[in-house]
């Protein structure tokens, strides 16, 4: 099973927008609703900020939302703060029962 | 509150067997699935194993299969990862993470470090 497919970095001013796409296939992102994100600050461990595509977990900023569209999902942040440089994946499920679960290789957030 | 600790790494040499230990408390560990995820110095996250709640189904990585066995005591609240034939691309942080269906991770320990290595 492939990783899913991210930019490596992306980059953003404070209060800008900016979105992080998470590619796959249709045997994963594409064929289901079960794409999650999470964020990782160095030396930490990461932190759920989006599942099911768009569901936020409590606690998470209105801020961070999800999408897809085929076999690309998005995690987009609005009104970036400086708290959010950090890595961030995207996993989907993959419905194999040998290999259930993709992880992304991850984005650089660079708030400049 | 809800919290997961791992516990057990070190370092071993190639070859060598190490037995993880995750200790979960603040929620009723036996409704959840779990699964063990690592992360290789300055790489991207790579899931390695998972467990049902019951302990009736398992999967694993290729890259681990038939090396690495995953177990659980539900009575002690506790996930274990017994790693044998240790190689060097081993080395990583090796989180536990808690699942509350088959596809998100909502809770994830400290994380503890493997480091293999002659």
């Known amino acids: 099973q492939s990783a899913l497919t991210q930019p490596r970095s992306v980059s953003g001013s404070p209060g800008q927008s900016v979105t992080i796409s998470c590619t796959g296939t249709s045997s994963d992102v594409g064929g289901y609703n079960y794409v999650s994100w999470y964020q990782q600050h160095p030396g930490k461990a990461p932190k759920l900020m989006i599942y099911d595509v768009s569901k936020r977990p409590s606690g998470v900023p209105d801020r961070f939302s999800g999408s897809k569209s085929g076999n690309t999902a998005s995690l987009t942040i609005s009104g970036l703060q400086a708290e959010d440089e950090a890595d961030y994946y995207c996993?989907?499920?993959?419905?194999?029962?040998?290999?259930?679960?993709?992880f992304g290789g991850g984005t650089k957030l660079t708030v400049l | 509150q809800v919290q997961l600790v791992e516990s057990g790494g070190g370092l071993v040499k190639p070859g060598g067997s190490l037995r993880l230990s995750c200790a979960a408390s603040g929620f009723t560990f036996s409704d959840y699935y779990m699964s063990w995820i690592r992360q290789a110095p300055g790489k991207g996250l790579e899931w390695v194993s998972y467990i049902s709640s019951s302990g009736s189904t398992i999967y694993y990585a290729d890259s681990v299969k038939g090396r690495f066995t995953i177990s659980r005591d539900n009575a002690k609240n506790s996930l274990y990862l017994q790693m044998n034939s240790l190689r060097a691309e081993d080395t990583a942080v090796y989180y536990c993470?808690?699942?509350?269906?088959?596809?998100?991770?909502?809770?994830w320990g400290k994380g503890t470090t493997v480091t293999v290595s002659s």
């Open positions: 996993c989907s499920y993959a419905g194999s029962y040998t290999f259930p679960w993709v």
């Open positions: 993470a808690r699942e509350p269906r088959l596809d998100y991770m909502d809770v």
